[in-house]
């Protein structure tokens, strides 16, 4: 996931890669059939109770920003069947592994928004989401770039305002200077605080944790992922 700064005017835009290799045609066939069935309809106001975006209401509702793989959004739902979750992604080919992998395990408890980030925090109502994800975002490592960063005062006060009070904002990064770097921005916030009450409590997964591909590159490379879990006040 990476993101440019919006215009004065505008809000914060959220961009990651659109496209990479073409798609197969299972995965072209499922953009066609599946997507529509799943994806939530940003041209129309979204339901009061975020929880009517499900054939069978979940008891509550997650975000996932930038899933990647999608490894880590289909181990939860599997994992937590009673529960709704939403993945974004701007990146084709997430989409379609996504998209896959709902078809393969007949998952209906997942939605699926292909696009801008920014345009899904707009439109989902406040205090709708139980907890957001936010996984290994573009770390943007060049100084200049830093501004682009996921984890951006404006961006916190976006994400509190979706969360519920008590919701959680879970994110994990393998670079140290990100880790800082956000973890100096939530401490200001007046909308969020570190849950860590020792050292474990950010060096370790937290218990329900699913593991991706890109972690396990990055501990195969040696760098050492932070996990965070910030509460909504």
Do not use: C
Not at 155 to 177: M, N, P, Q, W, Y
Request: net charge positive.
């Amino acid at each position: 996931m990476s993101e440019r700064q919006g215009s004065d005017q505008t809000p914060r835009a959220f961009f990651g890669r659109r496209k990479g290799h073409a798609l197969k045609p299972r995965q072209a066939a499922l953009f066609d059939t599946l997507l529509p069935r799943i994806a939530p309809d940003l041209s129309k106001p979204a339901p009061a109770d975020l929880r009517m975006l499900f054939a069978n209401p979940p008891d509550d509702v997650r975000l996932e920003i930038g899933f990647g793989g999608a490894e880590h959004l289909i181990e939860q739902a599997q994992a937590n069947p009673h529960g709704g979750f939403i993945g974004s992604d701007a990146f084709v080919n997430a989409i379609g592994k996504a998209l896959v992998a709902i078809d393969d395990n007949k998952l209906g408890n997942i939605r699926l928004h292909h696009g801008d980030a920014s345009a899904l925090l707009d439109w989902l109502p406040a205090g709708a989401l139980a907890r957001i994800d936010l996984l290994y975002p573009d770390p943007w490592p060049k100084r200049r770039h830093w501004k682009r960063r996921f984890i951006q005062d404006d961006s916190l006060r976006r994400l509190a305002r979706i969360l519920k009070s008590g919701g959680e904002l879970r994110f994990v990064t393998d670079i140290a200077d990100y880790a800082a770097y956000a973890l100096a921005r939530v401490m200001r916030s007046q909308d969020f605080i570190w849950t860590a009450e020792q050292a474990a409590d950010w060096r370790k997964p937290w218990p329900d944790f699913s593991g991706t591909r890109y972690e396990a590159k990055a501990r195969r490379e040696g760098r050492v992922p932070a996990y965070f879990i910030f509460r909504r006040r």
